[in-house]
């Protein structure tokens, strides 16, 4: 069974860290480009960050620049978050999904979804 699961959400105050997890099993993440998403309530998923398989290159959106960085260690099977200086407007129940090879911004284009872990960020 081809799985991902997220880790590394919780409640954090303002200009707070978080590292996120997403560990896949089932499969190895070497040739899956990996994508973060966010979904706050009452809004639509959006995409915050994703890394491509084959030269790890990543992508962030713009209000994510500078303050997230994706990472991934493929000897174990995991992708990253580090979220700094967080802000309210970042809470929402983060995911991560998974596809061949390279990042899209469309979520519908990730085959693999785990089942997200909540961030809330306290002012």
């Known amino acids: 069974q081809l799985q991902l699961v997220e880790s590394g959400g919780g409640l954090v105050q303002l200009g707070g860290s978080l590292r996120l997890s997403c560990a896949a099993s089932?499969?190895?993440?070497?040739?899956?480009?990996v994508g973060w998403f966010r979904q706050a309530p009452g809004k639509e998923r959006e995409g915050v960050s994703c890394?491509?398989?084959?030269?790890?290159?990543?992508y962030y959106g713009d209000s994510e620049k500078g303050r997230f960085t994706i990472s991934r260690d493929n000897a174990k099977n995991t992708v990253y978050l580090q979220i700094n200086s967080l802000k309210p407007e970042d809470t929402a129940v983060y995911y991560c999904a998974a596809r061949s090879y390279v990042c899209y911004v469309i979520a519908n284009e990730y085959d693999i979804w785990g089942q997200g872990t909540q961030v809330t960020v306290s002012s």
């Open positions: 089932g499969f190895t993440l070497d040739y899956y480009a």
């Open positions: 890394i491509s398989s084959r030269d790890d290159k990543t």
